[in-house]
């Protein structure tokens, strides 16, 4: 079968597309043919390489999976050949304390599809039944490829991280990026003012329409200054901030006292510098977050089919074109996801 493949740290161009074996299916395990794969910022970080974490490559890319039942195993009895699913691409082991405490995104020996082991950029992928849910109805395969990483780690960052509540303020950077497109959608569901941040004026008019309210282009503003004017110098009681380096500590003297601040990436760089007293005299609160729990899918599939939640899809590639999705990614190119489809 037909899969890209990372065999060393390096450009976009460094992704290999070669043939491999079709996995070996499990008992406990079903076999999916894989219809879509989205692309996301983990993708980037696993293909270039991370300082001071260590990645098991090779390795086949690709988290956010959905597909058709091919096979199942001889122990599972939820899934029929034939059947639309989607994948859930968190690995844990299920008996640690974490796991038992349904915290599986705490798992000491968990991991994510296309991190840990391999993922969803390859025509077949065999995966434990208990990760496998039926696709809404409503939803295309690449539209089911906007939804796990994304809509799974902004659940949860705002509702169990920031524990948000109807008539917070939150400020969300980088409109245009997949999570902070589910952030917003979030953030609006529960009755939030939100404000967002882009350098591009039509990605700010974009995120209006899926319930932004107030908007600062960072090209033309600083968003410190805006937030401090549109606050009358207030601040905002939540921060979603996934940029880091200098922006962080920007991101602090946004929040009013007691504030949240809460980050799931650091696409701009992860060493900081911190003014620390600000954080305990105005009694903040800095959460980091990846990824989140079995229920927390759950919850999202629940507000994708209600359709209070909607998918972002900025386009579709071929597998053979993955280098540019890459490329796409980190040139900012994208309001939302790209996904690769078979």
Same mark, same amino acid.
């Given at each position: ?19 491999? &074996?079709?996995?070996?299916? #499990? ?9 879509? !794969? ?7 970080? @696993? ?6 974490? #260590? ?5 086949? &890319?690709?988290?956010? +999976?959905?597909? $058709? ?8 009895? %939820? ?7 989607? $994948?859930?691409?968190?690995?844990? !082991? ?7 405490? !349904? ?7 968990? *991991? ?9 950029? =390859? ?32 659940? =949860?960052?705002?509702? /169990? ?16 990026? *997949?999570?902070?497109?589910? !952030? +917003? ?8 003012? @939100? ?13 209006? @329409?899926?319930?932004? =309210? ?5 090209? #033309? ?11 009358? #110098?207030?601040?905002?009681?939540? @921060? ?19 504030? %949240? ?15 620390? %007293? ?58 939302? /996801? ?5």
């Amino acid at each position: 079968m037909k899969a890209a493949i990372i065999e060393r740290h390096g450009p976009p161009e460094s992704i290999l597309i070669t043939e491999k &074996p079709m996995p070996l299916l #499990k008992d406990t395990q079903v076999l999916v043919r894989v219809k879509a !794969c989205g692309i996301n910022h983990l993708d980037i970080w @696993v293909r270039r390489g991370v300082a001071g974490h #260590k990645f098991p490559l090779p390795m086949v &890319p690709g988290s956010d +999976i959905t597909g $058709i039942i091919e096979k199942t195993g001889v122990s599972t009895t %939820r899934f029929n050949p034939g059947d639309r699913v989607i $994948i859930n691409p968190g690995i844990s !082991c299920g008996s640690c304390m974490a796991c038992l405490n !349904c915290e599986e995104h705490l798992c000491s020996k968990g *991991g994510l599809l296309g991190e840990t082991t391999d993922g969803g950029c =390859q025509e077949f992928i065999a995966v434990e039944e208990k990760q496998v849910y039926l696709l809404p109805p409503n939803l295309t395969f690449e539209q089911g490829a906007c939804i796990p990483i994304n809509y799974v780690t902004a659940w =949860q960052m705002l509702m /169990k991280k920031a524990k948000i509540k109807s008539q917070e303020s939150i400020l969300i950077h980088a409109a245009g990026s *997949g999570v902070s497109i589910a !952030c +917003i959608q979030i953030a609006k569901m529960v009755g939030l003012q @939100v404000y967002v941040t882009s350098s591009s004026e039509e990605k700010l008019q974009r995120a209006k @329409v899926l319930g932004a =309210q107030r908007f600062i282009c960072t090209a #033309k503003e600083s968003f410190v200054e805006a937030i401090r004017n549109l606050t009358s #110098k207030q601040g905002v009681d939540v @921060v979603i901030d996934h940029v880091g380096g200098s922006t962080l500590m920007d991101s602090i003297r946004c929040l009013k006292r007691g504030g %949240r601040l809460v980050s799931c990436g650091a696409t701009a760089g992860g060493d900081i510098t911190l003014n620390w %007293r600000m954080v305990f005299f105005k009694n903040i609160a800095l959460l980091g977050s990846t990824y989140g729990t079995s229920q927390d899918f759950i919850e999202v599939l629940k507000k994708i089919e209600e359709k209070i939640f909607f998918p972002t899809l900025d386009q579709t590639m071929k597998l053979e074109d993955l280098s540019k999705a890459h490329t796409l990614i980190e040139n900012r190119k994208l309001f939302g /996801k790209v996904a690769i489809a078979f």
